[in-house]
């Protein structure tokens, strides 16, 4: 068992349920008119669901016995690279393009670089993630996405 995952662990549920009952304390709200806590309240459920999980998979696991070193051995640097060079293009392209252009490519260049799986696949998944994510901000939590030079 890793005792610094373990206090860790501790210590982000402690946060989390401290921001839990904060939150609760400011009004929620509901799913359609999100009150003051509504956001912190989540995001400390998630955080705490996290701490939990990394909690008990240190308690049950033996103590590794490598070296941080071990852990970049083997690493693609060529591909981390590229990642991080699609994420500081995806905003600099977002407002010139637009949400669903901008994030049809990023996703599909994530999926094409990160998941090797047919093309076609890739270029599925990269569509139903962008239509998704479309259909929840923009439709239901109504938040104006840049439309681009396209005007989509």
């Known amino acids: 068992m890793n005792r610094r995952d373990l206090l860790a662990g501790l210590f982000w549920l402690a946060i989390s349920l401290f921001v839990v009952v904060q939150s609760v304390k400011s ?26 999980i990394l909690v008990v998979t240190t308690s049950l696991r033996k103590k590794w016995e490598g070296k941080l070193v071990d852990l970049w051995r083997g690493l693609d640097w060529l591909r981390v690279i590229w990642v991080l060079l699609s994420l500081f293009m995806y905003p600099i392209l977002l407002p010139i393009t637009g949400y669903l252009i901008t994030t049809f490519m990023l996703i599909g260049f994530l999926l ?3 998941v090797r799986s047919k093309v076609w696949i890739d270029v599925a998944s990269a569509l139903a993630i962008t239509v998704i994510s479309y259909v929840i901000f923009s439709v239901l939590l109504d938040v104006k996405l840049p439309k681009g030079i396209f005007g989509l």
């Open 112 to 114: 094409f670089i990160g």
């Open 27 to 52: 009004d929620l709200g509901s799913l359609h008119s999100p009150g003051p806590g509504f956001l912190p309240f989540w995001s400390a459920v998630v955080l705490g669901t996290l701490s939990i």
